[in-house]
């Protein structure tokens, strides 16, 4: 089973390029989200998606952008890499609102230099 | 709004000895609570989840958590701690009623001794 499938798994960038982190899940969630993780935060949320077409933000959506064309991608798109978007990202996924489980890809590296 | 707190950001234990990872969580409906683990470098995995079913709650690797709705906890436990364990683990919680997001712990680091 893939479950989620989150590329690239390390990436260092330079101020000002820009990147897309791709996830893709196979198990027909309606929902997906992407997290950063940053020491002594837990998860934070960037944004999210109920279906194809349907975006939000989430707790700190600022220098990020998402699509959602598809049921199964939902790609994050960091415009202007900045320092301070060093962090692990996890793309994740779930059926639609209620008592779900919540199922994660294995992360992504980013450092921006 | 939904928080959790996890009272410790760390909590150290000698192998085979209990293990207690603290949880509480506000909520104004009834939660859905989950525990992850996370070992080094490695992604979420699910240990367990409450979802308004039995109270207590069996996971994988011997791990249980209390939903306690008069002390809004849900406190992890495992009877005897194995090197294995050492890891963060979080606590989350989802409420329906803001939709499906899920609010994550800030995590607890456990150490286990040898």
């Known amino acids: 089973n893939a479950g989620v499938t989150q590329t690239p798994k390390f990436q260092v960038l330079k101020t000002g390029q820009s990147m897309t982190l791709q996830c893709a899940q196979d198990?027909?969630?309606?929902?997906m989200s992407w997290y950063r993780q940053d020491p002594g935060m837990g998860l934070r949320l960037i944004h999210y998606s109920v279906g194809a077409g349907i975006t939000d933000q989430g707790e700190v959506p600022n220098g990020y952008n998402v699509s959602r064309s598809t049921t199964e991608d939902f790609p994050l798109r960091l415009l202007s890499a900045a320092p301070s978007q060093t962090s692990v990202y996890f793309c994740a996924s779930s059926y639609s609102k209620g008592r779900n489980t919540i199922y994660f890809g294995e992360g992504s590296w980013l450092t921006v230099v | 709004a939904q928080s959790v707190t996890q009272l410790d950001s760390h909590v150290s234990v000698s192998e085979g000895t209990p293990v207690l990872l603290r949880c509480n969580y506000s909520s104004s409906y009834s939660p859905s609570l989950f525990w992850y683990v996370q070992h080094p470098n490695k992604g979420l995995q699910l240990l367990l989840k409450y979802t308004s079913a039995a109270t207590l709650v069996k996971g994988i690797n011997g791990f249980e958590a209390e939903f306690k709705k008069s002390e809004t906890s849900f406190h992890l436990t495992k009877p005897s701690a194995h090197m294995s364990d050492a890891a963060e683990y979080f606590c989350?919680?989802?409420?329906?009623?803001?939709?499906?997001?899920?609010?994550f712990g800030p995590g607890t680091r456990l150490s286990v001794l040898p």
């Open positions: 198990m027909n969630h309606e929902y």
């Open positions: 989350v919680v989802s409420d329906h009623n803001y939709g499906q997001n899920f609010v």
